[in-house]
């Protein structure tokens, strides 16, 4: 008699499970080498070019420095993870900056600067206001371009609360007179406020003095005109006794006395 010996199910199931196993374990494989490849390409694009727009304290290289100071900062992969799911790196006289991707080897970084509009000396820093009086920030550096204001009395300074004057109508003056200043393009090293709340500018070795706030456009716009033929000089200049109504006025220019 002839036997014939029939594949069990069992046999016949456990066949069928190694084929689906290894068709499987060959999928993942391939998921698994596709996401290395990804992974490999992400991680090798580096931004190669960088533009910087919204800085007028800081340079571009500043900038650039300081928000790529780490070994994998220039990465497009990890740079756009920092970006988005990262606090951002707290930085002196920045409020706010963001990273625009223009391609994987291009941003574009938007700087917002705090407004600063003077700053005085506490101590052993210096402190920086804005125009509502509220300190911004603090720093050992001046920062180029806002000016010194001094002759204002005032208490306890605390970081993000109004500087504490007792006239707090001076922080509108230093506003108006620092816009005004900014317009004519007149860099001034120091605002100086006496008793009688009237200003007087230093401008390398130049003192200007401006008197009270009234007419200060035209004081200013006559200072920039005056200041090249003042190059390289040091003494007082009075513009206080300036008159809209005087279409030829004359300046007193005191000069400092030479050292023998």
Known sequence: MEMRR????????????????????????????????????????????????GNQHYTKEQIIDLIFSERWSDNSAYCYYENQ????????????????????????????????????????????????GI???SSSEQL????????????????????????????EEILNLTQVLSLNEVEVDEIHYNSFGEAELSIG???????????????IAELRDILPELEGLSGTLYLDTYDAANSSPTYTFRKEPQES
């Open 6 to 53: 029939r594949r069990g199910r069992g046999g016949y199931g456990l066949y069928r499970r190694r084929r689906r196993g290894k068709k499987i374990g060959l999928v993942l494989g391939v998921v698994f080498g596709l996401l290395l490849l990804i992974a490999v390409l992400l991680f090798s694009v580096r931004i190669t070019e960088i533009e910087v727009s």
């Open 85 to 132: 799911f990262r606090e951002h790196k707290s930085i002196p006289f920045i409020e706010e900056y963001t990273i625009e991707f223009k391609s994987p080897t291009k941003v574009e970084i938007v700087v917002f600067e705090k407004s600063v509009v003077g700053y005085v000396s506490d101590m052993s820093s210096y402190m920086y206001f804005d125009k509502d």
């Open 135 to 137: 300190i911004v920030e």
């Open 144 to 171: 180029p371009g806002v000016p010194w204001v001094t002759g204002l009395e005032y208490g306890h300074i605390v970081l993000h609360q109004p500087l504490p004057v007792a006239d707090q109508e001076i922080f």
């Open 205 to 219: 070795g130049i003192k200007v003095e401006l008197g009270d706030s009234s007419e200060i456009n035209g004081k």
